[in-house]
């Protein structure tokens, strides 16, 4: 049977180790970096090396930073009173895009789906944050699975607890989307979040 020469074979299973990559994607990819020049693979390589040399999480929100405090932690113009939950970094920047979302963030690094992982989960640093910075509101905008609603449910009673109010990001449809094609789920939720005109 031909395979691919050794270094090809290690690359492919470095790879097929990532989020939605399978084998035969894992081998375009690798045959594509192939063909380029050496000029870009060095870069490529730098980058790859500074991903986990240069990036930190922020000592107060968890999201990604450079130096210390994210940028939004640094940023004196938000409102101080309000912080958005996330369960990844990633869930920051769509959230940031739409240009309503004033407050700060904090990110607990998944969800309460996993009991090993739960331990990690930055729960305690939020509590935390809710009473030493005299949060009023906290909006829980976890991911709508079944995960994270049970997570946004969880972590409703210990903010109450804390002293502030929680909100969840109301769900429905999708602009220019129709109400024939939509799921009950997704239905439910348009009803739950529907708001007076």
């Known amino acids: 049977m031909i395979s691919f020469p050794r270094p090809f074979?290690?690359?492919?299973?470095?790879?097929?180790?990532?989020?939605?990559?399978?084998?035969?994607?894992?081998?375009?990819?690798?045959?594509?970096?192939f063909k380029q020049k050496q000029e870009f693979l060095d870069n490529f390589s730098q980058n790859l090396k500074a991903l986990k040399l240069s990036i930190n999480y922020c000592p107060k929100c968890f999201n990604l930073s450079e130096e210390g405090l994210c940028i939004i932690c640094r940023d004196s113009n938000r409102d101080p009173h309000i912080i958005c939950v996330v369960e990844d970094p990633l869930d920051i920047i769509p959230l940031e895009k739409t240009g309503n979302m004033k407050g700060y963030y904090h990110v607990l690094g998944g969800n309460i789906s996993d009991e090993s992982k739960q331990k990690e989960l930055k729960i305690e640093e939020l509590i935390n944050r809710i009473k030493k910075e005299k949060v009023s509101e906290v909006i829980l905008a976890t991911n709508p699975t079944?995960?994270?609603?049970a997570t946004a449910l969880y972590l409703a009673r210990l903010i109450k607890s804390a002293g502030a109010r929680a909100t969840r990001l109301a769900r429905g449809l999708p602009t220019g989307g129709d109400i024939e094609f939509a799921d009950e789920q997704t239905l439910r939720g348009a009803l739950e979040g529907r708001k007076e005109l």
């Open 9 to 33: 074979r290690k690359l492919i299973d470095d790879f097929a180790k990532l989020p939605s990559i399978g084998p035969r994607h894992a081998e375009r990819l690798v045959f594509f970096l």
């Open 146 to 149: 079944a995960e994270g609603e």
